[in-house]
């Protein structure tokens, strides 16, 4: 079985369990297993983007609220994470967060105003001893006051603290709408070279 297949089958309840699962009962069964040591690989590139569409989504909009809760939106945009800005823009653009998307948009916006990537500012983070104490105007070099003006006031958009809005009503939707075929293509990755 390769890395992928492997990696689905311990994100997501088993196949009979799948096709009779909620589109809540998907999300916490990622969200339980997401983070655990034998998942890994989950986002190498070479395992991420061979998973479903559907679950791509479902991860990295737990990884993007997680790394908010956990270290803000610059923490978000350092770590690994935020590699796939785009695609968690994208994201949210199909599940309908709009005010989300668009708020990382002008966060983008504001990178690239500076020149400044994601990929760069995780590199920056690469030569730092584990358990560092870091701050990401040292580790980054960024002297601009307003730049760290203008992230947050992006940031302010984001409906993470949202009592009328929320980015995982969004997905629940998104999924219940969705989960026939992705259980379609579940099934269809996880039939890959068997013969």
Same mark, same amino acid.
């Given at each position: ?15 009979? #369990? ?13 969200? *339980? ?8 690989? *989950?986002?190498? #590139?070479?395992?991420?983007?061979? !998973? ?64 400044? $990537? ?37 940031? #302010?958009?984001?409906?993470?603290? $949202?009592? #009328? ?5 969004? !997905? ?17 990755? !996880? ?5």
């Amino acid at each position: 079985m390769e890395i992928h297949q492997t990696v689905i089958r311990r994100l997501l309840p088993d196949d009979k #369990e799948l096709i009779n699962a909620s589109a809540d009962e998907i999300m916490d069964h990622v969200g *339980l297993n997401r983070y655990s040591e034998e998942n890994i690989q *989950l986002k190498d #590139e070479a395992v991420f983007y061979k !998973l479903p569409a559907l679950l791509r989504d479902i991860v990295l909009l737990i990884d993007f609220d997680t790394e908010l809760n956990m270290n803000g939106i610059l923490g978000f945009l350092e770590n690994s994470t935020g590699k796939y800005l785009n695609e968690t823009i994208e994201a949210l653009e199909r599940i309908g967060a709009v005010h989300d998307a668009n708020a990382l948009k002008d966060i983008k916006r504001i990178l690239e105003k500076y020149h400044l $990537s994601t990929g760069q500012l995780n590199r920056d983070l690469q030569g730092l001893e584990l358990y560092e104490i870091n701050h990401f105007r040292q580790i980054h070099g960024i002297a601009d006051d307003e730049f760290f003006e203008e992230i947050q006031l992006a940031a #302010e958009k984001l409906t993470i603290n $949202s009592q #009328e809005e929320n980015i995982f009503d969004h !997905l629940l939707t998104y999924i219940e709408a969705n989960k026939m075929s992705f259980v379609e293509d579940v099934q269809a990755v !996880l039939s890959e070279n068997k013969a």
